[in-house]
C-alpha cells in the first residue's frame, strides 16, 4: 500500500479466540465510503468479545465517536489499545459525559427585553427619519434662496428611472388586476341581473383605492428597493464620505431629487395604472357581460364622481413621498458591509408597504365621507 493511500477500515470477527479486531484508518475520509458495512459489523460484535485495536491506524474524532457509541458508553473489559489511540477515545468518552446543556427557557423577562429593545429600535428610527425630514426642510429653504442651486438634472433623471421606466410593468399589472375584478365581479353580477354595476365597482375600486395602492407596492419593490440599494453601495463604497469630505450635501444632493421625483411621479402613475386597469375591466366585461365601450365610458363620470379621481391622485403623491423617504432613510443607514445591505434593502420594502397601507387606512378614514355617490 502507498503512503498517501488510506488503508480500508473494517472489522472482523475471531470466534475461535472471542475477539474482534478493528483494522485500517478510522478517519471521516475513509469511513464515509463504507460506513454501513462498519456499522453492521460494530452491531455482530457480541458482547463477551475482547476488543483488540493493534491494527488500528490513524483515528479520528468521528472513528472514535463510532467505537465509543458500539461499547455502549462503557470501555471493554479486554481491551487492546494503543496509548494515542486511547486518548482520542478518552476526549468522546469525556465529551459524552458532559453533553452541550440545554438552552434557557424563555422567561417573561426576556419578553420584556424583547420588547424593550424593539421599542427603543423604532425609536431610534423615527428619531433618524424626523432628523432626516428636518435635512429636508433646510434643503427646501435653502434653495428657495438660492433657486439655480436646484438640482434639476438629477430630479429629471430620477422621473425617468422612478416614473417612465416602471410604466410597462405598472401597465401590465393594471390591465390584468383590471381583467380580474371585472371577471369576479361579473360572475356575481349576473346573477342578480345588475350587469351596469360593473362600472361602479371598477370605477370606484380602481381609482380610488386599487390604483394607489398597487402602484405604490409596485413602486416599493422597485423603485424603493434601488433607492435603498443605490445608497447603500454608496455607503459601502464610501462614496458618500467623499462626497462630505468635498463640501457637497448628501441630502441636496441625493436624497432629495429622490422624494421630489418619486413625488410628482407616483400621480402620474396612479392616473397610467388606473387607465390601463380600467381598460382591462372593460374588456372582460365585454366579453362577459356585453358592456359596450360607450356605455362604460358614459356611464363612468356619473358612476364614479371626480373627486375620486383626486383622492386617487392625492394619495399617489403621498404615498410616493413616504416611499422616498422610507427608502432614503434605510439607505443612509447601511453599515459598510454586504449584510448590512441586504437587510436594510428588506427592510426598506417590507417598512415601505407598511406605512402605505397604513396612509391609505388613514385615507379611507379622512374621505370617508368625500366622492361616495349617493
Not at 422612478?162 to 410597462?168: D, L, S
Request: positive net charge; aromatic residues 6%.
Amino acid at each position: 500500500m502507498s503512503r498517501g493511500q488510506p488503508a480500508a477500515a473494517r472489522v472482523e470477527l475471531a470466534p475461535e479466540r472471542l475477539e474482534a479486531r478493528v483494522i485500517g484508518d478510522w478517519t471521516i475520509r475513509t469511513l464515509m465510503t463504507v460506513i454501513a458495512e462498519v456499522r453492521q459489523g460494530l452491531a455482530l460484535v457480541p458482547a463477551n468479545f475482547a476488543w483488540n485495536l493493534s491494527g488500528l491506524g490513524r483515528l479520528d474524532s468521528f472513528g472514535a465517536t463510532l467505537l465509543w457509541r458500539a461499547w455502549k458508553g462503557r470501555w471493554p473489559e479486554r481491551l487492546v489499545l494503543d496509548p494515542a489511540h486511547r486518548a482520542v477515545i478518552e476526549r468522546i468518552a469525556l465529551s459524552a459525559e458532559h453533553p452541550i446543556p440545554a438552552a434557557p427557557r424563555f422567561t417573561v423577562a426576556d419578553a420584556i427585553a424583547t420588547l424593550g429593545g424593539a421599542l427603543i429600535a423604532f425609536v431610534e428610527h423615527l428619531l433618524s427619519f424626523v432628523a432626516l425630514l428636518g435635512r429636508l426642510g433646510l434643503d427646501l429653504v435653502y434653495l428657495l434662496r438660492n433657486p439655480r442651486e436646484w438640482p434639476l438634472l438629477e430630479i429629471s433623471a430620477n422621473v425617468f428611472k422612478v416614473g417612465v421606466k416602471a410604466m410597462p410593468v405598472t401597465a401590465l399589472v393594471g390591465f390584468l388586476i383590471g381583467v380580474v375584478l371585472s371577471y369576479l365581479s361579473a360572475l356575481q353580477l349576473k346573477i342578480f341581473g345588475a350587469d351596469a354595476f360593473i362600472v361602479n365597482i371598477l370605477g370606484l375600486g380602481i381609482i380610488r383605492e386599487l390604483g394607489p395602492v398597487l402602484v405604490s407596492v409596485l413602486v416599493a419593490g422597485r423603485s424603493g428597493s434601488a433607492m435603498t440599494a443605490q445608497l447603500g453601495v454608496m455607503r459601502v463604497t464610501e462614496e458618500i464620505d467623499a462626497l462630505a469630505a468635498m463640501g457637497v450635501s448628501r441630502s441636496l444632493r441625493l436624497v432629495l431629487p429622490k422624494v421630489i421625483a418619486l413625488t410628482l411621479a407616483m400621480p402620474l402613475l396612479v392616473l397610467w395604472t388606473s387607465s390601463v386597469a380600467l381598460i382591462g375591466g372593460w374588456v372582460s366585461a365585454l366579453i362577459e357581460l356585453d358592456i359596450s365601450f360607450h356605455f362604460f365610458v358614459t356611464a363612468l363620470p356619473d358612476a364614479v364622481p371626480i373627486a375620486n379621481l383626486y383622492i386617487g391622485l392625492a394619495k399617489g403623491a403621498v404615498f410616493g413621498l413616504l416611499i422616498a423617504l422610507i427608502a432614503c432613510h434605510f439607505g443612509l443607514r447601511v453599515q459598510p458591509n454586504t449584510e448590512s445591505l441586504s437587510t436594510h434593502t428588506t427592510a426598506s420594502v417590507v417598512s415601505a408597504i407598511t406605512v402605505v397601507i397604513l396612509a391609505d387606512a388613514v385615507f379611507a378614514i379622512a374621505t370617508r365621507s368625500i366622492g361616495i355617490p349617493g
